[in-house]
């Protein structure tokens, strides 16, 4: 029986993957440059800020043959990133999350970004859902997904095996982190992550988090 609800928060929950690569692709632009989707999909969506081996501002520099002023161009993105974060959860997150309280579910934010990042955000959406837990990575690479460690730590927190929790991730390292995890996987693929690779190994797939129900999610993997 289902007692629980992981979820990831960045591009799950709340955009923040639009604003951030958005951000970036609009100084590539600038530049006469494109940024590669998959690219950013593969090496930045759902790792710790700034764990990833990917630099933007060095691919930047190799592909247009320019310049960076490191220091300008962090600035400049970090206030348009800022500029395009929306103030209000996905489709469907507060009805989910609603729901799952009148059930007596408990609920957990599983991410790979910083707590204080995620309270920010929650304050900017105006969510009050009263969480369980909240598992961030908080700068720790080791941590962070694809490493199972923080679904881990959010089923010890809640006391619930993996058999009583159900995942939701948008990302492909997010959907292995969980299936590392041992556990059955929703998928709602963003703008961004549609059709990436990785993602087919969830266990359900959803257009929006509005489509889920909580009578028909998927039961967990056998064990080992």
């Known amino acids: 029986m289902i007692e629980a609800l992981l979820l990831d928060f960045d591009g799950l929950l709340y955009d923040t993957e639009s604003a951030s690569f958005g951000a970036w692709e609009e100084i590539y632009a600038q530049h006469g440059a494109e940024l590669p989707v998959a690219l950013w999909v593969a090496e930045v969506m ?17 592909i247009a043959g320019v310049e960076i002023d490191r220091d300008q161009l962090d600035a400049r993105r970090e206030t348009r990133r800022s500029e395009m974060l929306p103030d209000h959860l996905m489709p469907g997150a507060a009805e989910l999350l609603s729901d799952a309280r009148r059930r007596g579910l408990r609920t957990a934010i599983v991410t790979s970004n910083n707590r204080d990042r995620i ?8 969510c009050e859902h009263p969480w369980d837990a ?16 923080l679904y881990l730590e959010a089923m010890e927190t809640l006391e619930v095996a993996a058999a009583q929790a ?18 059955a996987c929703v998928v709602v693929p963003s703008a961004l992550t549609r059709g ?11 257009d929006s988090l509005a489509e889920v129900s909580l009578d028909d999610l998927p039961p967990a993997p056998p064990a080992g």
């Open 46 to 62: 759902g790792r710790p800020p700034d764990s990833s081996a990917f630099d933007p501002a060095e691919h930047l520099r190799e």
């Open 119 to 126: 309270r920010e955000h929650l304050a900017r959406a105006r």
């Open 134 to 149: 909240i598992v961030c990575a908080d700068g720790d690479a080791r941590r962070g997904k694809p490493n199972p460690d």
């Open 166 to 183: 159900v995942a939701f991730e948008d990302s492909p390292n997010g959907v292995a982190a969980a299936k590392a995890a041992g556990l």
């Open 196 to 206: 990436a690779a990785g993602l087919e190994r969830g266990d359900l797939m959803v």
